[in-house]
């Protein structure tokens, strides 16, 4: 099924197949998209690239099959496909019949009768956030154009946690900046705390999950609506389709429930003719619609459920209880892949509440 209202994506593909893909309808005419911001983006999210990633290495190099033109969209479908070339299906032969603990294998089973394709974990695979990645990167361009910046930053992992954004004073340049980088933090000191503990994670056979914060500036108000037309209710339909992803927070978040709505109220205020808010716990969002002020939210990404300790598990064909090793090449920790992969999701979102 294709994601979007007037931006329609489509996202095709399997982890161990010949390739992955999106399609992109719905893109304006005459866009002018460069190659070299796309590469960008891709390798951020690309494996094998760093020590806290799966050691699984592909260039992640989209070939551009209809849609774009001498470096300019044309109006048809976008299409692009990235091919996959280093596989090792094999590693998967024990899954077809043992589930691994906390990952699809299991549910993929049931609803698809077992012609599921458990290689890589199939459709249910982080390399699925490759094509999702491309669609972002052709659409923070057009954003950028329309002056909205899309950035994230690792806010925390197993605990260990990085400056938060300040969420009325938060510069595009800073944005600029995070977007371009493989483990963006503001804090340096951040960055190798959490090196550490992933390290630390791998060395144990097990992994670490964490948190990711991203931010947008240059929305105008007045974008979105009420109920299923709210930029909340958007942006969560397409970053839950994010795999590891199990939670998103806007604004305060969680943390308004503990507050009294003297505390929680946004002040609001004139300045230079634009009315804007002495704080932003609604996270730019009231009523579902943009106020102006910088959108941020947080995703929060589970531990890989793929790691090297004996669990528990149970064989389909036999109906016994077993154990199951999991072997091959995994992530002690997405959350820094997942960064690019969050930003791409808020672009498509709001690109698509743009046109």
């Excluded at 190798?192 to 390290?199: L, P």
């Excluded at 102006?292 to 300790?309: D, V, Y």
């Amino acid at each position: 099924m294709p994601w979007g209202n007037k931006l329609h994506v489509t996202i095709f593909g399997e982890s161990h197949g010949p390739a992955i893909g999106a399609v992109l309808e719905g893109l304006p005419a005459g866009e002018e998209i460069e190659a070299e911001k796309i590469f960008l983006q891709m390798s951020r999210r690309a494996p094998g690239r760093d020590k806290a990633a799966t050691p699984r290495r592909e260039t992640d190099e989209p070939q551009i099959l209809s849609g774009l033109l001498n470096g300019r969209t044309t109006g048809a479908p976008l299409c692009a496909v990235i091919t996959n070339t280093n596989t090792r299906s094999s590693d998967y032969d024990s899954l077809r019949d043992i589930p691994r603990p906390g990952h699809a294998d299991y549910t993929a089973h049931v609803r698809y009768r077992g012609f599921n394709d458990v290689r890589g974990g199939g459709r249910f695979s982080g390399r699925m956030t490759a094509p999702l990645v491309f669609a972002g990167a052709v659409c923070r361009q057009i954003l950028k154009r329309r002056g909205v910046t899309v950035g994230a930053h690792v806010l925390s992992v197993h605990g260990i946690s990085d400056s938060p954004f300040d969420p009325v004073g938060l510069p595009a340049s800073l944005l600029e900046n995070l977007s371009s980088r493989y483990f963006p933090t503001l804090d340096p000191s951040a960055e190798e705390r959490m090196r550490a503990e992933i390290e630390s994670a791998r060395k144990n056979l097990d992994s670490v999950g964490g948190v990711v914060e991203c931010a947008a500036v240059g929305l105008p108000a007045g974008v979105g609506g009420p109920l299923d037309e709210g930029v909340e209710s958007e942006l969560s339909s397409i970053l839950y389709a994010i795999p590891a992803c199990k939670g998103v927070e806007f604004g305060a978040g969680f943390s308004a429930a503990e507050l009294f709505g003297s505390e929680n109220n946004d002040s609001f205020y004139y300045d230079g003719g634009s009315v804007r808010t002495r704080t932003n716990n609604a996270g730019g969002i009231l009523g579902g619609i943009t106020t102006g002020m910088p959108l941020i939210f947080r995703a929060a990404f589970k531990p890989t459920p793929s790691i090297g300790r004996e669990q528990d598990s149970v064989s389909l064909s036999s109906q016994k209880n077993t154990k199951l090793t999991v072997h091959g090449r995994h992530d002690p920790c997405i959350v820094p892949r997942a960064v690019p992969a969050v930003e791409a999701a808020a672009a498509v979102a709001l690109l698509d509440m743009l046109l």
